[in-house]
């Protein structure tokens, strides 16, 4: 029994295990520091009992001292190694019990519990996988001890175990010190298969504890987790690629390393370390200081880099085997100029070199500084270059796109610019996904090239978009949490994907200013047609039938877009072939016509742009040569694309809000609520009867436009009837000039000669007013015999 303040345990406990039987005994270290607790049942030294020839092994300097009245109990190695001569079975079983308890007991001084998630998310490269995937792992975990003067890692030896530091104090052998404790993670590489040999020794220093888990077992388990496979797919391609090599060799093969020489590559392997970045993580940021011999230099070794400058505008692309950061390292600048973040779905792999390591290699090997020199330079004509293609392309493809999307339409230019230069292009094969229904909306899509088929949940296809569509623009306002759609590739697609969070920091910058107010607006005006549920509940006919509480009329209602036309007002319906595909338009206030459009006025094509920003003519021109086709009011469901093949546009006799919306979406919402089978029959019946109707009207109308209509070769047809009656002019001119030529001089002949052939001055030359500009008209006289009979010719 120990009574309280007491510190003669340790006097009393020498070379002895102690058991704490009742009460509470404080562990300080040599300073007086509290490290933790002892409680009823809990032991101390314990590892004692292991019986290591190494007397380090059992060596504490803690200091305990009982809190309260404590009961406890001493066994002293040489009883226990009586006990354990005889029951050699129950020591391997103590043996076993002991090393889980020492783990147990190291996990919580660290804030943590063995064989659980939170073991290996210490690891960087496990902060990055799901937690469902470490779960997986947990029962894998092994808990294996170090003793004194034994080794974690040899080098050159063969190794495929993560380990996790949980107690105890290593250090790396040879060249400066380097310590590793509590909360150390050795062996990423190895788990990863980068590497089969360890790169350095690592010995330990005290006893300690670690949880380790095997390469098989991790490989085993991350093919039933896609996702975490995604993220590993560039490092898995290292692996396979060059797993069997040295580091040195690695850095042979990188176009940025491959001229040194395999010393200076061998130096800068001292020190180097493996880092792992998540997609979106920065490699390198913008104005950090840079030391010469301190600022460490990166190598890529797998995923993919951005080089952005202080706009996060996109500068270049880093890949495989290229350097980042060389300026900094090789002290030709303080600060960073460019930040370099990892994109692409895969986490990108890097090799770290030490400043000193460098610095100590180039004063070895001067000459190889000029090869890095070069490379930089060689960056920075690139990096120039491609800024240039990038601005051609923003103009190009990326700000005509962004302006052709409603919610941008009345965007100032300046805004549309900076939005722009921050957005990257995407490549998606055929049967690749751009989305997933389901997964987290965070972008906005708009195709640049390429088709894309929309499916539901369990992927039936229920419709198409091309270049130009527009797709989730819920998801950069941020009134959807979740994908509706999954959106798969056909063919090669390019895209372009505008994130929610570039959006709203552009939006808070000074000159998003002019854009807060209409996007709050058309929040505002998403929020108010999803409560009312509009326009599905406007539709004549299928009002009884339908409920804004409804999650198909909601979703319908979410992505409408809201048409304001004011009296006199036109809008032309969209095209079947836009983008986006076929649109329907539902009238919910005011009167309208639906009239062929005026012969003189082309109709405006729907087909590649958005409908919704209506011409607004004078009402003394809108309907002349218009034909009338049908009066519409409110709760008429129009067949855009039905309307847009006739020439037919809506004019509105009075105010009137009408809302369109794509096919797509009707049958995504309808495809995803049970509830909506009730009343999509209707739905269809009315669409159908409407169809019908508005065919045969505009049939009809269609035959009166056409009388009045110019012939599609009208000109040509003209052009000819002038090139013809000038020919007929000419050839009549001719001949006038040939006879007149032939029969001047006298003609007269006496009655008995032998017929004679006279010509009728009078009617050879006609007056001038009595001559026809088309024909001329020549009477010829023949005499025989005394008699004269007179005949025409034209």
Not at 34 to 50: K, M, P, V
Not at 503 to 529: S, T, Y
């Amino acid at each position: 029994t120990i009574q309280k303040d007491e510190d003669t345990i340790m006097e009393r406990a020498n070379g002895a295990a102690i058991l704490v039987l009742q009460g509470t005994i404080g562990v300080y270290d040599k300073d007086g520091n509290e490290l933790y607790e002892l409680n009823t049942g809990e032991c101390y030294n314990e590892q004692l009992l292991l019986l290591t020839e190494n007397p380090a092994a059992s060596a504490e300097s803690d200091i305990l001292i009982p809190k309260t009245l404590a009961e406890v109990q001493f066994l002293t190695e040489t009883l226990w190694r009586t006990v354990a001569e005889r029951f050699p079975m129950a020591h391997d079983l103590v043996c076993r019990g002991i090393m889980k308890t020492l783990a147990a007991r190291s996990a919580r001084r660290l804030g943590i519990m063995t064989n659980t998630p939170q073991v290996l998310r210490m690891s960087k490269l496990f902060q990055m996988l799901s937690v469902e995937f470490a779960e997986s792992l947990c029962g894998k975990l092994e808990t294996h001890m170090v003793l004194p003067g034994e080794y974690f890692t040899q080098q050159g030896k063969y190794g495929d175990l993560l380990m996790v530091i949980l107690s105890g104090k290593g250090f790396v052998e040879k060249g400066p010190r380097r310590e590793i404790g509590p909360g150390t993670v050795l062996g990423e590489e190895m788990i990863l298969g980068l590497a089969k040999l360890y790169p350095c020794t690592i010995k330990a220093e005290t006893v300690c504890t670690m949880q380790v888990l095997k390469r098989d077992c991790f490989k085993d388990n991350l093919n039933k987790f896609e996702r975490d496979t995604e993220l590993l797919a560039k490092i898995n391609t290292e692996a396979k690629n060059f797993g069997d090599l040295s580091l040195r060799e690695k850095f042979q093969r990188t176009s940025a390393l491959m001229s040194c020489s395999k010393d200076f590559l061998q130096m800068l392997c001292k020190d180097a370390e493996d880092v792992y970045f998540p997609p979106g993580a920065y490699i390198i940021e913008l104005g950090e200081p840079c030391y010469y011999g301190k600022t460490p230099l990166y190598v890529m070794m797998a995923g993919r880099g951005a080089i952005e400058n202080a706009d996060e505008v996109l500068q270049n692309h880093i890949g495989p085997g290229d350097l980042i950061g060389e300026g900094g390292a090789l002290g030709l600048a303080e600060k960073r100029m460019s930040q370099v973040k990892a994109i692409g779905k895969s986490i990108s792999h890097c090799v770290k070199i030490a400043g000193s390591s460098l610095e100590a290699a180039l004063s070895e090997y001067a000459w190889e500084r000029d090869p890095m020199e070069a490379v930089m330079d060689a960056r920075i004509k690139s990096n120039q270059a491609f800024v240039q293609k990038r601005k051609d392309w923003l103009n190009g493809a990326v700000i005509p796109a962004l302006l052709s999307i409603p919610l941008f339409h009345d965007a100032p230019r300046d805004f549309v610019e900076v939005l722009g230069a921050r957005l990257t292009d995407g490549l998606a094969l055929d049967g690749e996904l751009l989305t997933t229904a389901g997964d987290h909306a965070d972008s906005m899509l708009i195709l640049v090239d390429g088709e894309v088929v929309v499916e539901d949940r369990r992927g039936r296809p229920l419709g198409r978009h091309s270049a130009g569509a527009a797709i989730s623009e819920l998801a950069v306002l941020g009134m959807v949490p979740r994908r509706m759609s999954t959106i798969r590739a056909v063919g090669e697609v390019k895209f372009i994907a505008l994130e929610t969070v570039i959006f709203e920091k552009v939006l808070a910058q000074q000159i998003g200013a002019p854009m807060r107010d209409p996007v709050e607006r058309r929040r505002a005006q998403i929020r108010r047609q999803a409560e009312q549920g509009l326009p599905l509940v406007a539709i004549n006919r299928l009002t009884a039938h339908v409920s804004k509480e409804d999650a198909a009329v909601a979703a319908v209602a979410l992505q409408s877009e809201r048409v304001a036309l004011a009296s006199g007002c036109t809008y032309r319906p969209i095209s079947d072939l836009h983008p986006s595909g076929p649109h329907y338009f539902v009238l919910v206030s005011g009167r309208a016509v639906l009239e062929i459009e005026p012969v003189e006025e082309p109709a405006a094509s729907n087909s590649g742009s958005r409908p919704w920003t209506p011409a607004t003519p004078s009402p003394s021109s809108t309907n002349r040569g218009a034909i009338q086709v049908l009066p519409i009011f409110p709760g008429y469901l129009l067949s855009e694309g039905l309307a847009s093949s006739f020439r037919i546009r809506m004019r509105a006799l009075s105010a009137c809000e009408g809302y369109s919306f794509q096919r797509v979406d009707l049958e995504m919402a309808v495809s995803s609520a049970t509830a909506a089978q009730k009343w999509l029959p209707v739905f269809r019946m009315i669409e159908n009867e409407n169809i019908a109707e508005l065919s045969k009207r505009a049939a009809d109308a269609t035959g009166v436009v056409e009388v009045v209509l110019p012939h599609e070769n009208d000109k040509e047809i003209h052009r000819w009837k002038e090139r013809k009656r000038i020919a007929v002019s000419m050839a009549e001119s001719r001949a006038l000039a040939d006879t007149r030529s032939e029969f001047s001089g006298d003609w007269s002949r006496s009655p008995s000669s032998s017929p004679s052939l006279f010509l009728c001055r009078s009617t050879l030359s006609p007056s001038p007013s009595r001559r026809s500009p088309h024909r001329s008209t020549t009477s010829f006289g023949v005499s025989s015999g005394g008699s004269r009979r007179g005949f025409g010719a034209s």
